[in-house]
């Protein structure tokens, strides 16, 4: 069975830039990738190794293809080809519940549901969240994450809120992101958090903890390299060496970012960690 | 170059200098004039033919929005609720409950070989039924040997039988939205989304969109419009593969094809720069019989499908809004695209939110780019009201209105869907008539069926099924209406110098009835019996059963 994920998030968000991403950072995995357009693909011309109509193949083994009128249809003509691929990506229209898309690994058999990729404009979602005509839409497909990436990070007034409101509208992890430069290994093997589709199969629990003095770094560090069962961890730390910023930490896997969060202005160190059972490991006072 | 003058009751030209005439001289396939014999007779020697002295001669219907579809579904049989005719001339009854589909399939079953092959069936609209919903136990007692499929009216829910679901490896662990499940879980037989029903349709191998637009099936969809008068149809929404393009090009290529066929591209189907250049490379294929050049975009879903996007109050039922087809940015996008490259845009619109959108969308569009008679129409345009249809005014827009579903949903739409004053100015051509908004009337077939004079009853009468009358206000006149469906129609296409009413120069397409449209009661036009047409001068006869 071939893993199946869908990028999805509104027009403009960042989907097609991190479709970029996957495709420079394949590292040996071949990649077939469906897109809307081609032509906002950062195909180097270098790296073509064919092009024929609606596909164009990359000298890494990468396949791009175009979707055209039928998502479906596309996608079981690329399971007909002669290539294995390693794994397929779909990026979602700008409108399009990518739920709904990723329903089709659910039913055809040779496709196995990787997960269902959020892309989220951090400078806008809240005010396309808020327009009448769009607003239904955005929601729905910010549900239907099983991680959300909140991208263009950078160009948000206040990062800090939006990534509370985002936090307040879905279960997913949030990652955030400029120019939806992410670690290409987190986007894949997603846990079930988005609400359409079936139920995640094994429930999960959340277990929070709070701190009022500054964190040691390492001491952190050390705590979360020792945890078991944790499938995510993120949380807003004060750390010791630096106590007048917000110190963004996540977990995913094994894999542990920290990134600057602005101005310290919070109460008290957080951290959320999830779970089927998280354990963890105690925090050694310095 | 020989002329032929027919002689008949009535002509009815849609020319208001000349509205009404005894003689058409046809030379060449087009029109050289009519009138009495006398004033006819200055052109020269002619022949006289007096075979439609009893008949009432129309302009040639021409159905703005259509599928050619329409012709392939009649490979399959019909389940419909409402009796319906096929292009042979064949009507089948309505089925008026469950058990009546179930036992027509049995019939029809037996017929076929007993090799398990596919039973594929079509038409199927329990929206009047009242209890359960079909189930796998029905369709199993067609057959549980071979797969039984039955899609809906609507062409979005399909039925089928055990058989199916253990090909497609559907069973109750199988969590996919739009499988329809039952209290206790089980999947019932209903799929309602695209997803599902494609891998149902993989699973038996239909290739329904390939069996629907062949050849064989384009004659019928021309053979179904000649039946009903109809001389010039479009297929409104095509992605036009090669496969369909050729075939479209051999059927046309007959002098018997009785159509004038105008497939519109599907805008969605490949970005706009790749359309506009496929669209481009496609016109010059045209011909006196197909004509390419249309572009259609679909921005919403259906209202009675609850998919349409809407305006505050929405949905009357509470149902939340429904789903963008393309968001409103990509509209803006794609519409300037085609647009600025002189191309006339034909837009789905069925909510009222969805026609906002498109309207704003010309208007920044002609901001942007300003172009002259550009003619942009909303199609379908079924919850626009005054507001809406003076902005299309000013813009110099057209709308083309979907006037049977007032007959067919408009109960649906006022206990449900609308709401009593929503449903009661829905396809509102008196509105659109009295503000000089150049508008059509539709059946989009094969949603219901193609019948340009059951259109034109709908919107004379606005009957519903049920026989609620829904808008008194928004009725229009039986001229106007024939109108409608001929020059009205021909105008949203950009064809009424050439088509659309019997004027000297123009094309010899007529309509030729049994009786006088005009003369009827306006509740009897949907029963005048059409002989046939004449398509560039060539008498199409319909099948007589």
Not at chain 2, 277 to 283: H, P, Q, S, Y
Not at chain 2, 324 to 351: C, K, M, S
Not at chain 2, 438 to 448: E, G, L, N, S, W
Request: glycine content about 10%.
């Amino acid at each position: 069975m071939i893993p199946f994920t869908v990028i999805g998030g509104f027009l403009g968000a960042g989907k097609t830039t991190l479709l970029n991403r996957l495709l420079a950072g394949a590292a040996g995995r071949r990649f077939a990738v469906l897109v809307n357009d081609f032509g906002a693909l950062d195909i180097d011309g270098k790296l073509v190794a064919a092009h024929g109509g609606d596909t164009v193949a990359l000298a890494n083994g990468c396949l791009c293809c175009t979707i055209g009128d039928s998502l479906v249809e596309t996608l079981l003509e690329l399971l007909e080809r002669p290539e294995r691929f390693d794994h397929i990506v779909v990026e979602a229209s700008g409108v399009a519940d990518p739920a709904r898309i990723a329903d089709i690994a659910v039913l055809e058999p040779q496709l196995e549901r990787d997960g269902v990729i959020v892309v989220v404009d951090a400078a806008e979602v809240q005010e396309r969240a808020a327009d009448r005509r769009v607003g239904d839409t955005v929601l729905r497909q910010i549900k239907a994450a099983d991680l959300l990436v909140l991208n263009k990070i950078d160009l948000a007034d206040d990062p800090a809120a939006v990534h509370d409101w985002l936090s307040t509208q879905a279960a997913a992890p949030i990652l955030e992101a400029r120019q939806a430069d992410v670690p290409i290994d987190v986007l894949f093997g997603l846990d079930r958090y988005g609400v359409a589709g079936s139920k995640p199969d094994q429930a999960f629990r959340s277990w929070s903890y709070a701190w009022s003095e500054p964190v040691g770094r390492e001491a952190l560090m050390a705590m979360l390299s020792d945890t078991k069962d944790v499938l995510r961890a993120k949380g807003v730390v004060r750390f010791a060496d630096a106590p007048d910023r917000r110190s963004i930490v996540h977990m995913v896997g094994r894999r542990i970012d920290i990134g600057d969060g602005g101005p310290w202005t919070e109460e008290e160190s957080r951290l959320v960690l999830l779970g089927p059972k998280p354990v963890l490991g105690s925090l050694q006072r310095e | 170059m020989s002329t032929i003058v027919y002689a008949a009751r009535r002509i009815v030209t849609m020319n208001p200098d000349n509205p009404f005439a005894t003689h058409v001289a046809v030379r060449d396939g087009r029109i050289l004039g009519a009138g009495t014999l006398e004033s006819l007779s200055g052109w020269g020697r002619f022949d006289l033919d007096e075979q439609f002295r009893d008949k009432v001669i129309l302009p040639g219907f021409v159905e703005g929005h259509s599928h050619a579809y329409e012709g392939g579904v009649w490979k399959f049989p019909y389940v419909g609720f409402f009796e319906r005719t096929s292009p042979d001339g064949k009507r089948s009854p309505g089925l008026k409950s469950i058990d009546e589909v179930v036992a027509a399939l049995q019939v029809y079953e037996k017929t076929m070989p007993k090799d398990g092959s596919t039973l594929f069936a079509w038409g199927f609209d329990p929206i009047y039924f009242t209890g359960r919903r079909m189930n796998l136990g029905d369709l199993d007692k067609v057959s549980t040997e071979r797969p039984v499929l039955v899609l809906h009216s609507n062409f979005h829910v399909l039925n089928v039988n055990t058989p199916v679901f253990a090909r497609a490896n559907i069973t109750r662990h199988t969590n996919v939205h739009g499988i329809v499940k039952d209290d206790k879980g089980e999947p019932t037989g209903e799929l309602q989304e695209n997803t599902a029903k494609y891998l149902a349709y993989k699973a038996v191998g239909i290739d329904l969109s390939g069996l629907l637009s062949d050849e064989p099936a384009t004659w019928g969809f021309a053979r179904v419009a000649q039946l009903a008068g109809v001389t010039t149809a479009t297929d409104l929404h095509n992605t036009l593969p090669d496969s369909t393009v050729l075939a479209y090009e051999k059927a046309t290529a007959s002098v018997d094809f009785p159509l004038r066929l105008l497939p519109a591209f599907a805008a969605l189907a490949m970005p706009p720069d790749d359309g506009i250049a496929r669209v481009r490379a496609l016109r010059k294929k045209n011909s006196e019989r197909l004509r390419y050049g249309l572009v259609k975009m679909v921005t919403d879903g259906s209202i009675q499908g609850l998919s349409a996007r809407m305006r505050w109050p929405g949905y009357y039922d509470g149902t939340p809004n429904g789903v963008w087809n393309v968001g409103p940015d990509e509209i803006d996008r794609i519409l300037l695209a085609y647009h600025r490259a002189g191309f006339q845009v034909h837009i789905h619109t069925n909510g009222d939110e969805a026609s906002e959108v498109a309207i704003e969308s010309v208007e920044r569009a002609l901001a942007t780019a300003p172009r002259w008679d550009h003619r942009h129409t909303l199609q379908h345009a079924q919850m626009a009201d005054a507001g809406q249809f003076r902005r299309m005014k000013a813009l110099g827009m057209c709308a083309n209105l979907f006037a049977n579903h007032i007959f067919y949903w408009g109960d649906v739409h006022y206990a449900r869907t609308m709401g009593p004053e929503r449903a009661e100015r829905m396809d509102a051509c008196g509105t659109a008539l009295g503000l000089g908004v150049p508008f059509a009337i539709h059946c989009d077939a094969p949603v219901t069926p193609i019948g340009p004079l059951f259109t034109a009853w709908c919107a004379v009468n606005r009957l519903t099924a049920s026989g609620r009358v829904l808008g008194t206000a928004e009725r229009i006149s039986v001229a106007d209406a024939l109108r409608a469906i001929t020059l009205g129609a021909a105008y949203t296409l950009k064809l009424d110098e050439e088509l659309g009413s019997i004027d000297v120069g123009k094309r010899a397409d007529f309509a030729i009835l049994d009786e006088d449209p005009l003369a009827v009661p306006p509740e009897k036009l949907k029963d005048v019996p059409v002989w046939g047409t004449m398509v560039g001068g060539r008498i199409f006869q319909a099948p007589r059963t």
